[in-house]
């Protein structure tokens, strides 16, 4: 499997790299429904250049979008630094969606890195809801509207992003 004793980076997008407020509908797709000043995606570069650093690091996708566009589809919405690092996600179709909804993305996540076994992880999520504490150390929260570019959620992201670099 794919990040098995490598570094991973679990990557939610509401929230995280963009504004938590996001919708879709069949004919707009995806969408914000949030000030102008927000953006899908405005913090993507971000993203990307904090991670520069660490080119080992690989991104496993643990957000719903997978669940509309699929893996590869979500990861297409990402610019090409980040979808380069995209290995995979918490969901794939091979799993039944009824259940997989219904355990928080704590324990979505967690799922997926006992599968995988990655050396070390960490996750970026705007929900803090139903993280198991075993997770607790690997995981940030990040703000609901100004996602990674909020600057305590920033500086904390750039210490935890050290350990990949030890």
Sequence with gaps: MKGTGGDVLYLDLDGVLHHENCFWHPRRG???????????????????????????????LSTSWVRRYGCSGTAKRLPLPLRARVIGATFHTRMNERDFVELSRGQ???GD?????PKRWLA????????PLE??????QTDEREGISAPHVHAQLIDKLARFGE
Excluded: K
């Excluded at 971000?46 to 650093?53: N, Q």
């Excluded at 970026?124 to 993280?131: E, F, Q, R, S, Y």
């Design 30 to 60: 995806a969408y914000l429904d949030a000030p102008p000043e927000y953006t899908l995606f405005q913090h993507a570069e971000l993203l990307s250049t904090l991670l520069a650093p660490y080119p080992q690091v690989e991104i496993v």
């Design 108 to 110: 979505q996540v967690l």
């Design 113 to 117: 890195v006992m599968r995988r076994q």
């Design 124 to 131: 970026l999520d705007d929900d803090a809801d139903g993280w």
């Design 135 to 140: 997770c607790l150390p690997n995981f940030l």
